[in-house]
């Protein structure tokens, strides 16, 4: 009787662990923002693609950008050193589709809000 519940637990892990971390996947792997919100822990390196429908500048010369898909909407925390992909030099405008990959972590050093750090940005149309 032992065995076999030992058995059944193991095989409940080994169904488990994939399922658990199927949705991280490789990093270039895109994910909807509503799986990212629901899905991330803190540090976690995450993809999303989406349009900016908000943008405004943030602490020092970071922007924040605010990315949408069809799932719904998060900030990204864009570093100075991003600002050339992202606003192609200039003050970058709503509208643009992007696809982000950073740090899921809080965002505004606000303990509620969470969003991504970029630490890659990849303009994809105006």
Do not use: C, N
Request: hydrophobic fraction near 40%; glycine fraction near 12%.
């Amino acid at each position: 009787m032992a065995m076999r519940v030992l058995l059944v637990t193991l095989a409940g892990l080994l169904l488990a662990v994939p399922t658990a971390m199927s949705w991280k996947g490789a990093p270039a792997t895109i994910h909807s923002i509503a799986e990212v919100q629901e899905k991330a822990e803190s540090g976690d390196y995450v993809v999303v693609e989406g349009r900016v429908i908000d943008v405004s500048l943030g602490s020092g010369s970071r922007y924040i950008a605010i990315l949408e898909d069809a799932s719904g909407s998060l900030p990204v925390r864009i570093p100075e050193h991003l600002r050339r992909h992202f606003g192609g030099g200039r003050t970058p405008g709503t509208g643009g589709r992007f696809r982000v990959g950073g740090k899921w972590t809080h965002a505004y050093m606000d303990d509620t809000v969470w969003g991504i750090h970029a630490q890659k940005v990849e303009r994809l149309s105006d």
